[in-house]
DNA sequence: CCGTGTGGTCCGTAATACGGATCGATGTGC
DNA sequence: GCACATCGATCCGTATTACGGACCACACGG
């Protein structure tokens, strides 16, 4: 289904450049003109898109779908209070991400008391490589998986980002040993953070959780402490959520969508 | 664009029914297997839903779409700090909500800092007559919008719910008056909240502000109070937003898609 | 061993998406 | 005020593509 394909790909390049009009979306995204017309109708009679007549924004109705995915197999509800409870005892950013093809994304936030702190959006993304919610999960992908990852193009960040597979599989090795990963401004310059995957029944991951904050407040000495707590935060969610959902491997289809297009 | 509609009517069925089979989905939907069967595919393969063989799961991507819906025009952004600093006046839920067609829709929220208190997950919706937040906004929609939604069903959700068109345009006339509405139980027994449209430059409202908390903790007395609280901060986040995205009118294509699924 | 459920595949036909050409409106520089 | 670029929008013949009923393989239960 060809015309699906350039409709949803029409609606991720609305959602990245609105608000947007056609010539400049037709540009941006290098198909026929009218091919994106009748797409960007289609979206907006279909209530995904609205429009004032030349530019075009992404309706709610994209937000309301994209919000049932945070809960997805009750994640979220499991994670808060775990969240909550470790904001209020560390008094950091706390940050609950999932895995989505080579990235991963942030789905809910508890953000650091103190004036000083690193803001991400929902929905921000980060390579698995360069955050230390990516590494946590990276560490437990399903064999060959993370061969496969580390064999791609793995691209720096910051000036501190570590893009050595060799360094990275070694590093990937201690984050199995101890139980939690940490990312030293390989992200973002100044932000230090921890972060354990939510593994339920040991298996796959199926999320992560961070404490992330500052580097004057997150000094190399306290990594440890953050990040057992941020591993027994991770394995008590785990252990609420419920299995059932959570079973089979599900790193297939996410990053599918290369070849088949 | 028929595939396309039909594929997006999968998702969205998909998000709702989560984790469903393909079976359970045909059912719902009333469509032949095939067709759901193909629209799962292509999705798949797009990338915005994931499957472990047998059951569908919407993927981050429609979350990291959805997720850019909230800062549109630079809403959340500028409502943010107007929102926090309410909160911490009122000590009350602050909801910041947008009009989706004959709803209003739950994009950003600060939770009360009370034990006993509503709550509303992210992407939570209302019908425009019964929440504090749709009707601010009913009250500013363009000429005969208003009236069509009156001349519509118009639902009670609760007891307390208005559905008499005579009484609701009545009522709106005061909220135009005073600026801002109040709901009394009209959507949630026990839950009353107070609302204000925002609206740059005076034009139509692009979301609005409201106080929420259970009746013990909001009486008719402080009504005036918190209303006018409200209204102010709606002000102020409407005097903050960027203009030039919000001039023309938008609520022409949201509607569009109702009666499908 | 058959009935009923599941997910998955085939394939001829009819419908439909494609996209280059074209148009009217708007705006900008000279 | 003319020429020109650019905008969104529409047309339309052709070739592609999606449609969906029929069918298949498998699993479970009585």
Redesign the interface.
């Known amino acids: ?1 060809r ?3 350039t ?3 029409v ?2 390049a609305v ?2 450049l ?2 947007v009009g056609l010539s400049e979306l037709t540009r941006a995204m290098g198909l026929p003109k009218t091919t994106v017309y ?2 960007l109708t ?12 030349t ?1 075009w ?17 009750g994640l979220r509800t499991c994670a808060l209070p775990v969240m909550n409870a470790l904001a209020a005892e560390v008094r950091e950013t706390i940050h609950l991400m ?4 080579r990235e991963v ?1 942030l ?1 809910e936030r508890i953000d650091s008391p103190h004036a000083v702190r690193a803001v991400a ?3 921000a ?1 980060a390579p698995l490589h360069a955050s230390s919610n990516g590494k946590s999960m990276l560490a437990y992908l399903p064999e060959g998986k993370a061969a496969d990852y580390l064999r791609s193009d793995i691209e720096a960040v910051t000036a501190h980002t570590t893009t050595d597979p060799d360094r990275l599989r070694a590093e990937l090795d201690t984050i199995r040993a101890r139980g939690y990963a940490v990312n030293v401004e390989e992200l973002q310059d100044g932000v230090v953070a921890v972060a354990a995957a939510i593994r339920p029944g040991g298996g796959l991951p199926v999320g992560s959780l961070s404490i992330s904050g500052p580097k004057v407040r997150m000094p190399s000495k306290i990594h440890a402490e953050y990040g057992e707590k941020v591993r027994q935060a991770a394995e008590k969610i785990a252990a609420k959520l419920p299995a059932a ?1 959570w ?4 790193y ?6 290369a070849p ?2």
């Not at 109705?61 to 197999?73: I, Q, W």
Request: a positive charge.
């Open positions: 289904m015309s699906v394909k409709a949803l790909q609606l991720e959602s990245r609105q608000p009748r797409s289609t979206l907006a009679e279909a209530g995904w898109l609205e429009t004032d007549g530019q924004l992404v309706s709610a109705r994209a937000f309301v779908v994209g919000s049932t995915v945070g809960d997805r197999g999932i895995p989505d093809g994304v789905i959006p929902l929905g993304r959902v079973q089979a491997p599900r297939t289809s996410a990053s599918g969508a088949g297009v």
